[in-house]
């Protein structure tokens, strides 16, 4: 059934283009630049096509402690997406073909249709639920090429299918969204519970050389089925080892605050996420995730900012050589109220390379650790690539 729907979700996503450049009354403007954009003559039809290639390789540092972990080169994203407008409401499709498989069914990511009421953007279908400046960064953006504990952990699950509301100002946004909790093209069950989350930021410096960000979220899941949520992480990159972290089959409160802010070339950022897995009997389990990350751009290029979507965007190019970026990201996850406690760290540096706005070399230097309270733990450390194209 979820091979079925996959095939059936590119195939209506094809038509959907095809339909539009076929008819040529329908289609006077058709843009390339960037990707394919295509706008009816009377503008009540739009169609943009869009994907993304990630190729990754790890190579390990030190691993023997890990037991010998795998180097290699991996597609850690094939994308494809059609988004646009029909009759004043928007759709998109986006399905990802290097993380679907046998066991998972299909890729599909995000596939919702949506309007705007009284200045409130509205989509019913699957998307990302509004939690946190990182979550909601594109992956095309990242400084980094795995998102941090703060949300790679498992404590947000991405994909959800659901009611998704937001809205944004001048210097201001914010997220509401209501949602089941498995992602619905991936799970053959009609629910894993409920959950719903809520999230708002603002700017209170807001220029051309200085901006500072402040947010954020409160997020309620309820498993249901037996189900359970909770959170494990891989530390040492992608491919690295997983370390659990805790779960329930009651309830998962989740707090979050952000704070981001760009003084010229310099960009910072920092989340703090505070979570509580109730337990039916005895302590309920904790669990505080934090980071920060800064990053330096060295030609003088200044890094882009979404309003609307509360977060921040790849630099453009300024020469015909690209722009070279630094970075430093420190990162932090611990469960307490459990025995044994768990912490694990993340240390990673490394440069960006964007060749130009559709082409990114990343290389970074990762090194990570688990500590139990038992005194048992490991540590790793690796270098990580990515070869990325986006349009």
Do not use: C
Not at 6 to 31: C, D, K, N, Y
Request: proline share 3%; no cysteine.
């Amino acid at each position: 059934m979820n091979n079925k729907l996959h095939r059936m979700s590119i195939v209506v996503a094809g038509a959907a283009l095809i339909g539009l450049v076929a008819v040529p009354a329908q289609a006077e403007t058709v843009e390339t630049r960037g990707g394919i954009r295509i706008t009816s003559d009377d503008g009540r039809f739009k169609a943009q096509l869009g994907g993304r290639i990630h190729l990754d390789s790890n190579v390990w540092v030190d691993d023997d402690e890990f037991g010998d972990l795998e180097t290699g080169v991996f597609f850690r994203r094939g994308r494809i997406t059609l988004e646009g407008e029909a009759y004043g409401w928007r759709y998109k499709f986006e399905n990802d073909f290097a993380g679907q498989s046998g066991d998972n069914g299909s890729g599909i990511r995000e596939m919702w249709i949506g309007t705007t009421l009284a200045g409130v953007k509205l989509r019913l279908g699957q998307a990302k639920p509004y939690r946190g400046i990182e979550e909601l960064t594109s992956s095309n953006d990242l400084l980094f090429m795995e998102r941090p504990f703060a949300s790679g952990s498992g404590i947000y699950r991405q994909y959800q299918t659901g009611v998704f509301a937001d809205a944004a100002g001048s210097n201001y946004g914010w997220g509401a969204a209501v949602y089941n909790l498995r992602n619905g093209a991936d799970s053959d069950d009609d629910t894993d519970g409920v959950g719903a989350t809520v999230r708002g930021y603002y700017l209170p410096i807001m220029d051309d050389d200085v901006l500072l960000h402040v947010g954020g979220i409160a997020s309620l899941d309820n498993p249901a089925n037996g189900k359970t949520v909770g959170a494990s992480v891989r530390f040492a990159g992608r491919r690295g080892p997983s370390q659990g972290l805790g779960s329930t089959t009651e309830d998962q409160q989740s707090f979050g605050v952000e704070l981001a802010g760009r003084v010229g070339s310099l960009s910072l950022q920092s989340e703090y996420h505070f979570v509580t897995l109730a337990q039916p009997s005895g302590d309920d389990t904790d669990l505080s995730a934090s980071y920060v990350q800064v990053s330096w751009l060295l030609n003088g290029e200044v890094k882009p900012y979404d309003v609307g979507k509360g977060a921040f965007k790849s630099p453009k190019p300024a020469g015909g050589r690209g722009a070279w970026e630094l970075k430093l990201r420190y990162d932090l996850i611990d469960a307490s109220g459990r025995d044994p406690e768990i912490d694990v760290s993340q240390l990673a540096a490394g440069a960006n390379w964007y060749v130009n706005p559709n082409v990114r070399f990343m290389l970074e230097y990762i090194q990570g650790e688990s500590d139990l309270s038992d005194g048992t733990g490991v540590d790793g450390s690796l270098i990580a690539a990515r070869a990325q194209l986006s349009f």
